[in-house]
């Protein structure tokens, strides 16, 4: 029982892609091509009477028709339905009840007389609380005023049952236009769900202290089999063990109740705080019935991305018609885009890796989850929105939402989920149940009762995301990989602009729309952002076409390559003495193959000395002994020739900052040795035209043992530096001081001086 609360054989076409060339004077010679073929691409754009699934794929959706929306003070139908042919609506904020028959819409409860004493009790409520507020205490009691009806089902005879909660809750029955009590607890103000099972006894999910209780079929003997220590029992569903599942709010738990022994068993513990629906439906062929649950948190918020979480998967399930066959039938068209690269920019046909799927906190997402009759928990679907409803049809699930007014179709077998129905005028989507082939969708804010029936719409409308070239472009060829069943049609057409918004004034109209046989010639002006429209058709709403990919060209005038940074170093280690190393990052617009020319000149020259043309990696290893010591700069020249023609060629150059090429060593321009008695002192005058004076070093009769000092200003940071070399007493005899120098560049220079000692 469904339970709810809160399209044939085809031809072949190929139709191969088609490469742009434009070979004019300002047009590069390649084209961009921007194919579309995953649910995060298609679920950016805007749907009207098609749905898109989890796997990138576009139909036409159920036929949809407004049965009634003229309720009266009703801001929102949280339950429906359907016995003997008439449909059933529980309302709030009043607690109506409404049914539809015959194409009109009557409320059943409160009756008129009933109605005309909820106005006498509201105007009693209002002078008793003016009362109370002038300090005189008095109860009054309204017996309908602020009344729900939450939950209804249809009891083994036929009967309609209906929760009504308020200030007080009741089981109610409706039977020969009257509406009785059938049992009213006096411990609980809600009723929020009504669960019948195979025998015909009557389970009732309450709050605000969170008990189960169970009604033989007559209603006559009611038994609390479950007091729990949540809040509110949100969900009831009967298994066919005999066993009773319940959700709750607060702790987001599944309980396993038994009615004989008054036990119960958590099955889950979600980390979400509301199990807001359950529903046991079958499962795969041999495995018996399934339970599903939805867990929701009220302060979901909408994000970007949907079917989050059927995007780490790749490939798809084996199931029982092989290929998962889309809604096709009859002769008709299949059209192919050839299996070619698209270009830079461009997204290629979807392979998607398998990827960690990360995890999400509570409260961000909704979830639907799947619990096998061994107990095992599994996540089937997520979104980020407020999930209020569940029923179940053809083996598929159904998930009525918040935030944009869904109704979510999930094939557990296929593992694909869809959007099929979006209501356009409500915010939510509160009551769904199946009768037959049909869908009944109730919604709030504002309260409609909707009819989706196994048929697809005659007509609906896909409308892209815009389509970002990155420059100004000429639009070429739209392509479909597509089935198009004989006597459906699918037509497309496009507008450009230059603005990233779709609603700007001053994008252009919208083409005539063409029928997709083959390749269709964009006929948008030339614009950055291109939008493209396809309009699905299907003469008599039995079969549907299939759209799997859309592939769309364009061909942006070629631009010069920009080169964005150029930077020199000088290489250190053995063997780089005098090598630089150039680096130098480019991007080209047009996405085209670049190669570098480089050039160097002294700082106050003017003419540019190559080094090397036609270069294609990003760094070159530049050896300076080959110019004299001085500043010098860099020119780096990216040429797009090698995908342009020598007419369309495009160039860009950037010069680096100035370096310093420095080959040679420090020098000592002025020196003096001074004698006192057996030790020396040596006076420099060091200096380098180019670097910094890093280092001095000096040894006495040896090359090993240097000894470091300091300039006489204490601080090494000039081209030119004094140095005081005072040595130890020397024995008599000759001895050689000898200096090493070290400039910034790592230059060395070598010195050395003789000395004699004399015995005393």
Not at 1 to 10: E, T
Not at 27 to 56: F, P
Not at 272 to 299: D, K, M, Q
Not at 372 to 385: D, I, M, R
Request: charged letters at 25%.
């Amino acid at each position: 029982m469904d339970r709810c609360r809160r399209k044939d054989r085809s031809g072949v076409v190929a139709v191969l892609l088609v490469v742009l060339v434009f070979a004019s004077g300002a047009m590069a010679v390649t084209s961009k091509v921007i194919r579309q073929a995953s649910s995060k691409d298609l679920l950016a754009g805007k749907t009207e009477g098609v749905i898109v699934t989890s796997r990138g794929t576009i139909q036409l959706g159920r036929a949809a028709k407004v049965l009634a929306t003229e309720f009266d003070g009703v801001w929102s139908v949280n339950s429906v339905v359907v016995s003997g042919g008439t449909i059933f609506l529980g309302t709030s904020p009043n607690g109506d009840v409404y049914k539809y028959s015959l194409g009109k819409l009557t409320k059943i409860f409160p009756t008129e007389q009933e109605a005309a004493a909820v106005k006498t009790q509201e105007a009693k409520k209002e002078a008793v609380a003016d009362a109370n507020a002038a300090g005189q205490v008095v109860n009054a009691d309204s017996r309908f005023a602020n009344q729900h009806i939450f939950a209804m089902a249809v009891d083994v005879a036929g009967r309609l049952l209906v929760g009504i909660s308020g200030d007080k809750c009741k089981l109610c029955r409706y039977e020969s236009g009257k509406m009785e009590t059938v049992f009213e607890p006096n411990d609980a103000k809600y009723i929020f769900d009504i669960e019948t099972d195979n025998v015909g006894n009557i389970y009732l999910g309450t709050g605000p202290q969170g008990k189960v209780y169970a009604l033989d079929p007559s209603g006559k003997v009611a038994q609390l089999i479950y007091d729990s220590p949540d809040k509110n029992i949100l969900a009831v569903a009967a298994g066919k063990d005999g066993l009773i599942y319940a959700g709750s709010d607060t702790r987001g738990l599944i309980y396993k109740i038994n009615p004989r022994t008054k036990t119960a068993a958590v099955v889950y513990d979600s980390d979400e705080p509301e199990i807001s629906a359950l529903l046991f439906a079958e499962g795969t062929p041999g495995e018996g019935g399934v339970l599903y649950a939805t867990a929701t948190a009220a302060n979901v918020v909408e994000t970007e991305q949907r079917f989050a979480a059927q995007q780490a998967a790749s490939g798809r399930p084996e199931t029982k018609d092989g290929d998962g066959k889309s809604p096709t039938s009859g002769d008709g068209t299949s059209l192919k885009i050839a299996n070619s690269s698209p270009s830079s920019g461009g997204k290629p046909p979807q392979q998607p890796r398998p990827q960690a799927k990360p995890p999400q906190k509570p409260g961000t997402a909704s979830y639907v989850y799947r619990v096998n009759k061994q107990g095992y928990v599994s996540e089937l679907f997520s979104e980020p929105a407020v999930f209020l409803c569940l029923a179940g049809q053809d083996g598929k699930i159904l998930v009525g939402s918040g935030n944009d007014a869904q109704l979510f179709m999930v094939d557990p077998e296929a593992e694909r989920q869809a959007v099929i129905y979006e209501d356009e005028k409500a915010v939510q989507i509160t009551a769904v149940t199946v009768s037959d082939q049909d869908i009944y969708v109730g919604t709030a804010n504002p309260a409609r009762l909707v009819l989706l029936s196994s048929g697809f719409a005659s007509e609906g409308k896909f409308e892209s995301d815009l389509i970002d070239a990155g420059q100004p472009a000429k639009w070429g060829k739209l392509q479909i990989d597509a089935d198009i069943p004989r006597g459906c049609k699918v037509l497309a057409a496009s507008r450009s602009g230059n603005v990233k918004d779709v609603n700007d004034p001053t994008f252009s109209e919208w083409t005539e729309l063409v029928e997709v046989t083959e390749p269709v010639q964009l006929r948008c002006p030339v614009g950055r952002f291109c939008q493209y429209k396809l309009v699905l058709e299907s003469p008599d709403g039995q079969k549907t076409p299939l759209i799997r990919e859309i592939a769309v060209a364009s061909t942006v005038p070629n631009l010069a390559p920009r080169i964005e940074t150029v930077d020199v170093s000088r290489l250190a280690g053995p063997g780089k003495d005098g090598a630089f190393k150039i680096g130098y990052k480019a991007s080209d617009e047009n996405d085209d193959k670049i190669v570098y020319r480089l050039d160097f000149r002294r700082i106050g020259r003017t003419n540019w000395i190559k080094i090397k043309d036609e270069v294609e990696a990003d760094t070159f290893e530049w050896d300076s002994k080959t110019v004299e010591d001085g500043r010098y700069e860099i020119r780096v020249t990216a040429d797009d020739v090698r995908s342009n023609t020598v007419a369309t060629k495009l160039t860009g150059s950037r010069i680096s900052e100035a370096f310093v090429v420095d080959n040679t060593g420090p020098m000592i321009r002025k020196y003096a040795i001074e004698k006192s008695g057996k030790a020396a002192t040596l006076k420099l005058q060091v200096t380098d035209d180019l670097s910094v004076i890093r280092s001095l070093e000096y040894t006495i009769d040896s090359n090993a043992e240097w000894k470091g000092t300091l300039p006489d200003d204490l601080v090494a940071d000039t081209t030119d530096e004094s140095f005081t070399v005072v040595t130890e007493d020397l024995q008599p005899g000759e001895h050689v001081i000898a200096l090493r120098i070290k400039d910034d560049a790592d230059n060395v220079t070598y010195k050395t001086f003789e000395l004699s000692v004399v015995a005393n």
